[in-house]
Each structure stands twice: as C-alpha cells, then as structure tokens.
C-alpha cells in the first residue's frame, strides 16, 4: 500500500515561474511532513518542514500548504530557477514511528533558463 | 560540522556475496537511520538505531542488517547478495527525537553482478 501519492512525476517550468508538486497521504496519525531535495550524485537535504498545527510555512522563495481535512500537501517554489532543477521528495513521519520517514515517489524539476 | 560520511561510496559484489557499508553520523547525533534508494521502489527505510539499539525495522528481509557502535557509526550488512540488491544505500542522522531532521549522508553506491 502507497501510503504516499506524489504528483507530478516530473515537472518542466521556465525561469521565473511557479513550481507545484503536490503529495497525498492515507495514515491520520502521521504529524511531520518534510521536503527534500536531491542533486545527482548526493544525498536528500531537507528544504521545508511542516506540521499539521499550521496551514503555511514559507522559507524564502519555498512554501509548504498544508491540507489536513484533505490529507494533502504540497511544495510551491516561486520564481523558480535553473539552480532549482533537481528531484524532489515529500516526506511524511509521526508518533513513536522514530527515524523513519516514509518517501513519496519524487518528482523531476527541470526549470529551463 | 562535518556531515554524514558513508564510505565507500561505491561497491561492485557478485551475487551470493555478502556486503558492510559504513555510516558515520554528524557528531552528537545518536540516531542513524539506513534507506535504499532504486529508480523503482523510490526511497524505503530500512532501519534506524538509537544508542545502539535498534528502534525500528522496515520491511525488508532478514539478509539486511546492521548495527550501531557506541561512538554512534552504524554498519549495514547485506548477507546473500541477489541483483535486485542494487541500489544507492542513504544513511542519516539525528539527535534521535520522533520529528527532527534527518540528514543524509551521499550513499554507497552497491552493484551487484
């Protein structure tokens, strides 16, 4: 069972655009819902975290929405750049479940200059 | 602060071989966390100790392993290696709370023939 659902699986914008990437989750008790990013050749870094007591987190050009009656949640970049070109990760974890995070399947920013 | 180095980065094993990967976690953190990376089955935990205990287990079989030292570097041992084995293995570190970052270190690249 998937128990997280990312989309797109890839995703093509040009500088200066909005990037979108949405997840989708099935288990209620899951509270920690962070975004990695990941460069060919090196490991996930975390971008943005949130938890289900705010609706919006924002770091610099990056946001985080959050939907919990909908159990979704979604990355938003704004002004993106070509810098900003790599996979991305939605992430979810929660309650005693310790040091593990459960993946969405990733979704390829590509941002053409 | 030095991050997580996992060493080696790349391995070349036959199958029916067995195989130790090395973490060592940023300094302080007591909890390392192991994910298999494939372009399939996206990132999946495998495990995570916690002061040389072993907190949590995904679903993987029982040739996955590891273990975590007092100095908190993990090994991972893979015992009976099959071609489906192949894959980037992440490790990441914690201080060892249920909802804090985890940082990854670059993986080891594993190929099995």
């Known amino acids: 069972q998937q128990q997280v659902k990312q989309s797109p699986q890839s995703l093509i914008v040009q500088k200066g655009g909005i990037s979108i990437i949405n997840c989708a989750y099935e288990?209620?008790?899951?509270?920690?819902f962070p975004w990695y990013q990941q460069f060919p050749g090196k490991g996930p870094a975390l971008l943005i975290a949130i938890r289900p007591d705010v609706s919006e987190k924002k770091e610099g050009r990056f946001t985080i929405s959050f939907n919990k009656s909908a159990k979704q949640f979604s990355l938003h970049i704004m002004d993106s750049q070509p810098g900003d070109s790599a996979t991305y990760f939605c992430?979810?974890?929660?309650?005693?479940?310790?040091?593990?995070?459960?993946f969405g399947q990733g979704t390829i920013l590509t941002v053409h200059p | 602060k030095a991050g997580v180095t996992q060493t080696p980065r790349y391995l070349i094993k036959t199958r029916g071989q067995q195989v130790t990967l090395s973490c060592s976690p940023i300094?302080?953190?007591?909890?390392v966390s192991w994910y298999q990376q494939t372009p399939g089955q996206g990132l999946q935990f495998l495990f995570e100790y916690f002061s040389e205990t072993q907190r949590n287990k995904g679903n993987f079989p029982g040739r996955f392993s590891g273990r975590q030292f007092s100095n908190s570097r993990s090994e991972m041992n893979v015992s009976t290696l099959e071609l489906g084995d192949s894959a980037l293995y992440l490790c990441a570190s914690s201080w060892g709370g249920a909802r804090e970052t985890q940082y990854f270190g670059p993986g080891t690249r594993l190929l099995v023939l």
């Open positions: 992430a979810v974890s929660g309650g005693t479940s310790y040091g593990k995070l459960t």
């Open positions: 300094s302080g953190h007591r909890s």
């Open positions: 288990n209620t008790a899951f509270d920690y």
